[in-house]
């Protein structure tokens, strides 16, 4: 006999919410101040990110998310084909091009980071789960 019982609905706070939202920011910011170690890794950390937030039971949160993945993708994906044109080595205008992209996507960030701080967060009541026993 299997019996089915419901959980009591779990409450989402606000805050955990506004925390959720900021990640993707935060990532970029640390990736355009510290390119080498952290961009590279964030460029795959950033796609989990976005995957686990996009689907977010608050919406801003997938918003917040969405937004702060077209800064830093389109970012670096317009860095790409410009780069295949650079001669030679290039170092030189590899760091123009890190330094074009960072005065684009940290202050572009912190502009967002202000705006979900200041946006208006409410605690989210999450439906109650069926649980079954064997």
Same mark, same amino acid.
């Given at each position: ?11 989402? /706070? ?8 900021? #990640? ?7 990736? =355009? ?13 950033? =796609?989990?990110? &976005?995957?686990?937030?996009?689907? #977010? /039971? ?5 918003? &917040? ?5 077209? %800064?830093? &993708?389109?970012? *670096?994906? +317009?860095?790409?084909?410009? +780069?295949?044109?650079? /001669? ?19 202050? $572009?960030?912190? $502009?967002?980071?202000? %705006? ?8 989210? *009541?999450?439906? +109650? ?6």
């Amino acid at each position: 006999m299997t019996l089915t019982a419901l959980t009591s609905p779990r409450i989402l /706070p606000a805050a955990a919410s506004r925390r959720a939202a900021t #990640h993707m920011d935060i990532g970029n910011i640390l990736a =355009m101040l510290a390119p080498l170690p952290l961009g590279i890794l964030w460029l795959g950390g950033s =796609m989990l990110v &976005y995957a686990l937030h996009k689907h #977010h /039971p608050d919406a801003k949160v997938g918003h &917040y998310t969405q937004w702060a993945a077209y %800064r830093l &993708y389109g970012v *670096v994906g +317009a860095v790409v084909p410009i +780069a295949t044109f650079f /001669p030679g080595r290039g170092l030189t205008l590899w760091l123009i091009a890190w330094a074009v992209a960072a005065l684009i996507v940290v202050p $572009w960030s912190v $502009w967002s980071l202000v %705006r979900i701080r200041r946006d208006h967060w409410e605690d989210i *009541v999450l439906p +109650a789960e069926e649980s079954t026993d064997a």
